[in-house]
Nanobody, 125 residues
């Protein structure tokens, strides 16, 4: 399985970006997908997750109401729509997949099986 993240860039505070993650390989529809981010000097942080069917989603409180995770299993893609961006959202954003998940929400990075290469989001004030 390979994950290819895209969509990052430079945006002013209050703006929007849409990140996408394209997955290759089989079993995408049965894998939990998630977005993490890592700011300079900080640990990788869980942001949002979505179940294999797309019926369940969860995001951390700091982005609830601003970020939305979605997936299209026909296209093997997962997206993160980010609205009302803040300077503190600046980070490298990573998509990750977890096959056969044992929980709906998995926030620990090392429990994920595959990672995208990361895409940089910079929010200017």
């Amino acid at each position: 399985v390979q994950l290819q993240a895209s969509g990052g860039g430079l945006v002013q505070a209050g703006g929007s970006l849409r990140l996408s993650c394209k997955a290759s390989g089989r079993a995408f529809g049965s894998s939990t997908m998630a977005w993490f981010r890592q700011a300079p000097g900080k640990e990788r942080e869980f942001i949002c997750t979505i179940s294999g069917s797309g019926d369940f989603t969860e995001c951390v409180d700091s982005v609830k109401g601003r970020f939305t995770i979605s997936r299209d299993n026909a296209k093997n893609t997962v997206s993160l729509q980010m609205n009302r961006l803040k300077p503190e959202d600046t980070a490298v954003y990573y998509c990750a997949s977890k096959a056969n998940p044992i929980a709906l929400v998995i926030t620990t990075p090392h429990l994920y099986d595959y990672w995208g290469q990361g895409t940089l989001v910079t929010v200017s004030s």
